[in-house]
């Protein structure tokens, strides 16, 4: 079974641009989970979807969104890019709740740098 | 009340050491407490996890024991090896109609030969 894929795997833009991210999960993983990775900052949640719909959202400002589509890939876009949000975006999916007894598996990340 | 403390930061251990990673937190309602392992250019894999109603948990050479009282939880990996050299994150999470989990801020471990 094909892992958690995210695209592009590198990513370079300037202040002010906006970038969207793309995660494919597993086949037959209905949520997937955003994080963002820092050095000073760690692993912090950005947000989970399953079946299309936003279920939880981390502490992260509103030019941080993302959506879901039927076939459960996601994506997620960041607007208006600011020299901070430079870090590896990651994506999880898992069959239902990662929590609940379903593990959660990583895609190897984007790594996003702004100019 | 969400933060979730780990230390040390960096351990360096001898092959066939057993390091002991330690996390605390704050918050009770938290409900299920996962290690993930992660070497540089991957993303962080699960090693295992652990519910309040067990106090250790072992897979393979990995234990998880957890102290509800003191709010506590730690990693031992037994029989360390170089390849177990990595950052190891522990998290915290409660779940609330999806999942919003809390990390702790790495252990860098190396092991050396």
């Known amino acids: 079974k094909a892992g958690v894929t995210q695209t592009p795997r590198y990513l370079i833009k300037t202040r002010g641009q906006q970038v969207t991210l793309s995660c494919s999960p597993i086949?037959?993983?209905?949520?997937v989970s955003w994080y963002q990775q820092t050095p000073g900052q760690g692993l912090q949640f950005l947000f989970e979807?399953?079946?299309?719909?936003?279920?939880n959202k981390g502490n992260f400002p509103g030019r941080f969104s993302g959506r879901q589509f039927s076939n459960s890939r996601s994506e997620m876009n960041v607007s208006t890019l600011e020299l901070g949000d430079s870090a590896l975006y990651l994506c999880a999916s898992s069959l239902d709740s990662p929590g609940q007894g379903d593990e959660q598996y990583f895609g190897p990340g984007t790594r996003l740098t702004v100019t | 009340q969400q933060q979730v403390k780990q230390s040390p930061q960096s351990l360096i251990v001898q092959k066939g050491g057993i390091p002991i990673i330690n996390c605390a937190y704050e918050?009770?309602?938290?409900?299920?407490f996962p290690w993930y392992q992660q070497f540089p250019g991957k993303g962080p894999a699960l090693l295992i996890a652990?519910?309040?109603?067990?106090s250790e948990k072992k897979e393979g050479r990995f234990t998880i024991s957890f102290n509800k009282s003191a709010k506590q939880f730690s990693l031992h990996i037994m029989d360390s090896q170089p390849g177990d050299s990595a950052t190891y994150f522990c998290?915290?999470?409660?779940?609330?109609?999806?999942?919003?989990?809390?990390f702790g801020p790495g252990t860098r471990l190396s092991v050396l030969p």
């Open positions: 918050n009770t309602a938290f409900d299920y």
């Open positions: 998290a915290a999470s409660k779940y609330n109609y999806g999942q919003n989990f809390v």
């Open positions: 086949s037959g993983h209905r949520s």
């Open positions: 979807y399953f079946s299309e719909t936003q279920r």
């Open positions: 652990i519910r309040p109603d067990v």
